[in-house]
C-alpha cells in the first residue's frame, strides 16, 4: 500500500470517527438535552416517579452517549450505563404506536375520544379516572419528541400536569399502562384524549 493510500485510509477512518460523534452528539442534543434539564428540575419535586430508561440507541452508540450525559453532570455514568438500553424489543413508543395507530401520516395522533382542552381543570380530569377506577394505578410516560421514559401513578401525573408539560409547539404526551390497555393523549395544546384499546 503507498503513502498516498494509507493517508487517503487514515483520512477516511477520521472523517468516520468524527461523523458517528456528530451522530450521537446530534441525537442527544435533539432527543435528551433539554429532557435531562427537565428531569434535574423534577428530581427536586415531591413527585414519585421512576425512570425507566433514557433511550434506546444502537450498540456503538452507547458509549458515546454515556460519555455526553455524563459530562452534564445531571445523571452518573453508571446510572447513563444501566439506562441506555440497545434492545429494541424495549421500545415502549413503538409498541403504543403498533396499539395505538396514528390517524396522521406525519405526527403521531392517535384516533381518540377528547375528553376537554386546556380550559378544564386537573380536578376534573382526576374525576374522569376516579370513576374508571384508573388513578392510582402505576403508567409509563413520554413524550412523542424525546426518549427517555418514565413510571408514575397516574394521581401523580395529572395533579402535576403543569409541570410535566413542555412549552414546545410539537411535544405531546402519552400516557398509558405496561399492557397498553388504555391511552391518554396530551397533545401540545393541552387537548386531552383517551381511549381503550
Known sequence: M???????????????????????????????KE????????????????LVYLGIVEQEYK??????????????SQGALDLIFIDFEKDVLNDLQLNYPSKNLLSYNP?????GNYYIEPSNILKYFEDKELTHIS???????????????????????????????????????????????CSSDDEWSFGFK
Do not use: C
Open 139 to 185: 403508567v409509563y410516560l413520554l413524550y412523542t419528541r424525546y426518549a427517555p421514559v418514565i413510571r408514575l401513578p397516574l394521581h401523580e401525573f395529572i395533579l402535576n400536569y403543569g409541570i410535566f408539560k413542555v412549552d414546545d409547539y410539537y411535544d405531546d404526551i402519552l400516557v398509558f399502562p405496561a399492557d397498553y390497555s388504555w391511552l391518554l393523549f
Open 63 to 76: 458509549e458515546h452517549l454515556i460519555q455526553i450525559i455524563n459530562n452534564e453532570g445531571i445523571i452518573s
Open 35 to 50: 429532557w435531562m434539564h427537565l428531569y434535574r428540575s423534577w428530581a427536586q419535586l415531591p413527585i414519585h416517579f421512576q
Open 2 to 32: 503507498s503513502r498516498n493510500d494509507t493517508n487517503k485510509e487514515n483520512l477516511d477512518t477520521k472523517r468516520k470517527k468524527l461523523q458517528f460523534k456528530l451522530a450521537v452528539s446530534d441525537f442527544y442534543a435533539n432527543y435528551m
Open 111 to 115: 384516533d381518540l375520544k377528547s375528553i
